[in-house]
């Protein structure tokens, strides 16, 4: 589940379900050659058949890993070809394949776009696969969206950081004038401060104001944000 439903629960964002036109993919092999393994043929299939599951977070990407050395050559070829077709599962796919080669191709996605969440998403992508700062400087446009719902989509990716940037950004949220957003960022805190989420939070608004200014606290928050992205 989740960081979103983990916190609200699932009745608060009721699903939608419509009816998606098929997307026309660029594919130059034979998905169900026997040659391929069941990892690669998951992989196939949630990226290039029905993408809902990771829409929704719901699906094991463990197929990322235990595919083989040519079948990920391959999946990169795949979702190389079929990035101009713009679908954020695509983009993050070439980010947990660490493709570089994809990078051109991302970076004329990003120059050619002007809406914030795509630039968000394509931002994210590059940024995994070689830390270009024009990531952390869009992170730092969130807070100045204008639509809380904006604001709210992308609060999470705040900490992909994993640094002391990412703790200052949350403490950015820790004030915003959207009270759905100052409680999702004191959730966010808390589960960092305490190691898990809680139905209640431990520690209040007031705790974590209280330590603004404190530099050893925020990086014994950010130490272990770090230890956490690594697990």
Partial sequence: MNFFNRLF????????????????????????????????????????????????????????????????????????????????????????????????????QFNNNTDFSWLMTIGQSIWKLNKDKLYPELLW?????????????????????????????????LYDESNLIKSTALTEMNFLAVGKYEKENRYGFSYFDTNINNTIFKNELAEKLKNMKRQ
């Fill in 9 to 108: 629960g699932k009745k608060q964002f009721k699903e939608q379900i419509v009816k998606r036109k098929q997307t026309e993919y660029f594919i130059d092999i034979d998905p169900n050659s026997s040659s391929l393994s069941t990892a690669f043929k998951d992989f196939y299939s949630n990226h290039f058949i029905d993408s809902y599951g990771l829409a929704r977070e719901e699906v094991d990407l463990g197929f990322f890993i235990t595919m083989t050395f040519e079948e990920k050559e391959i999946a990169k070829r795949l979702i190389r070809q079929n990035l101009k077709l713009r679908q954020v599962h695509l983009f993050k796919a070439a980010a947990y394949l660490d493709d570089k080669e994809a990078l051109p191709i991302l970076y004329e």
């Fill in 141 to 173: 446009q969130i807070k100045k969206q204008p639509n809380e719902t904006m604001r709210f989509v992308h609060f999470r990716q705040v900490t992909d950081l994993a640094n002391e940037e990412s703790i200052e950004l949350l403490y950015n949220f």
